[in-house]
C-alpha cells in the first residue's frame, strides 16, 4: 500500500513560563520514530518531504524550539487504528501526552511535552474514500448549514463571547495577529474548527491589506512559505477561507499555486466568495482540494434585524440545496442574532455542523 509523508517543520515556541522542552535531538529522533512507524504500517513510501526551518516573524525574528508536522497519506483509511497505536507506544516511551481530534478525511495526532506541542501528525485518506460519506451524508435529507466567523485573532472577549455559543461554529482566525495563536488553541479545546483566515489581495486599495497576504504574481514557493508561515500562528486549522481576496481569488495562477499547498497538508479550502469573478472553487476542484463556497454574508449590515433576517435566508438555503454556509463576524449584534436565532432554525430541523462537513 502507498502513502506519502510530508514533513514541515513549524517554528513556533514551546518555551513558555516554567514549562521545560524537550530537546532538540530528541525532538528530531521522535520525528523519525514516527516516519518509521507509518512506514511499517504502510507498507513502503512513495514520498518523503522534510522541509527546512526557514520560516521566520513579520519582524524577522527568528523562534525557538520548532514543533514538527507530519503528514501522512495512508491508501487505506483501516491503517489508522494501526498507526494511532504506533504513535501512542511513542509517546508513552518519551513520557509524551497524546490527544486525538478528527474532520473530514483528516485525522490529527498531537504529542505534547509539559503541555507544549511538539509534533502533530495529520493522517490523510484518499480522495475516493472521503467521497463515499458525502453520498451518505446527502442521502439523510437533514438540512445541514455551518457558520463561520471571521477576522478572530484581535477581541479576545467577543472571541469568549463566541466559544461559549451552545453550537459548534467554524472559527477562522487571521495570521500574525497579538491574539493568534492563544484564540486558536482556546477554539480547539472547547471543541470548535478552526481555520485559517487567509489573507488575499484584494482590488481595492482602500480595503487595508496585511502585512503579508497572498498576492498576484507570486510563484508556488513563495505561496508555500507565505501559507507555512500564516499556519505557525493558527495551530489547530482544519482548512482555510479567504480574507478579502477579491483580486487573488479571480487569478488562476495564484489559485493554481495555492491549493498543492493545501492539498499536502491535508487542508480544505472554503471560497468566501469576495468576487463573482473568483476561480478559488473551481481550481480547487480540478487539483482535488476538499472546497465549498460561501452561500450568505450574514452581517454585511451590522444590526441585530438585518442579521436575523440573512441567518434565515442562510437556514432557507439550506432547506433547500441539503447544505449551505454562512459567514460572519465577531461582532455584538452578530453575537446576539446568533443566540437568538440559531436555536429557532435548530428547532425546524436544521443540523449545525462545522464547514469540514460540507466540503467536497
Do not use: W
Not at 27 to 54: D, F, K
Not at 80 to 109: D, M, N, P, Y
Not at 137 to 143: H, L, M, Y
Request: charged content about 20%; hydrophobic content about 45%; glycine content about 6%.
Amino acid at each position: 500500500m502507498v502513502y506519502a509523508v510530508f514533513v514541515a517543520s513549524l517554528l513556533i515556541p514551546l518555551a513558555g513560563c516554567g514549562k521545560k522542552s524537550l530537546p532538540r535531538a530528541e525532538l528530531r529522533a521522535i520525528t523519525i520514530e514516527v516516519v518509521n512507524a507509518a512506514r511499517r504500517v504502510a507498507g513502503h513510501v512513495s514520498e518523503i518531504t522534510i522541509r527546512p526551518e526557514v520560516a521566520a516573524s513579520p519582524a524577522g525574528r527568528r523562534a525557538g524550539l520548532a514543533a514538527d508536522d507530519i503528514y501522512v497519506s495512508l491508501s487505506d483509511p483501516a491503517q489508522i487504528s494501526q498507526l494511532k497505536q504506533a504513535i501512542g507506544a511513542i509517546a508513552r516511551r518519551h513520557k509524551l501526552s497524546l490527544t486525538e481530534t478528527s474532520t473530514a478525511g483528516v485525522v490529527r495526532f498531537d504529542l505534547s511535552f509539559d503541555e507544549s506541542r511538539t509534533h502533530t501528525i495529520h493522517v490523510i485518506t484518499p480522495l475516493a474514500a472521503r467521497s463515499r460519506p458525502a453520498v451518505v451524508r446527502r442521502a439523510r435529507g437533514t438540512p445541514r448549514l455551518a457558520i463561520i466567523l471571521d477576522d478572530l485573532g484581535n477581541d479576545r472577549p467577543a472571541a469568549d463571547s463566541l466559544l461559549a455559543l451552545p453550537f459548534p461554529l467554524t472559527i477562522s482566525v487571521l495570521p500574525y495577529l497579538p491574539l493568534s495563536t492563544e484564540v486558536a488553541e482556546e477554539a480547539s479545546r472547547r471543541g470548535d474548527e478552526v481555520l485559517l483566515h487567509l489573507p488575499m489581495e484584494s482590488e481595492s486599495q482602500e480595503a487595508g491589506s496585511e502585512p503579508v497576504e497572498l498576492r498576484v504574481g507570486m510563484n508556488a514557493a513563495q505561496v508555500e512559505s507565505a501559507l507555512a508561515g500564516m499556519l505557525e500562528t493558527v495551530p489547530h486549522a482544519a482548512g482555510a477561507n479567504n480574507h478579502q481576496g477579491s483580486r487573488a481569488t479571480a487569478d488562476p495562477a495564484l489559485m493554481e499555486a495555492l491549493m498543492p499547498a493545501l492539498r499536502q497538508r491535508g487542508l480544505f479550502f472554503v471560497d468566501s466568495r469576495t468576487t463573482a469573478a473568483t476561480v478559488a472553487y473551481d481550481m480547487a476542484e480540478r487539483q482535488g482540494v476538499r472546497a465549498a463556497s460561501r452561500k450568505v454574508f450574514l452581517d454585511d449590515t451590522p444590526a441585530r434585524e438585518a442579521i436575523l433576517a440573512q441567518l434565515e435566508l442562510a437556514a432557507a438555503d439550506a432547506e433547500r440545496n441539503g447544505e449551505a454556509i454562512a459567514i460572519g463576524h465577531p461582532r455584538p449584534a452578530t453575537i446576539a442574532a446568533l443566540t437568538e436565532g440559531v436555536p429557532r432554525i435548530e428547532a425546524r430541523g436544521i443540523k449545525l455542523v462545522f464547514a469540514s462537513a460540507l466540503v467536497h
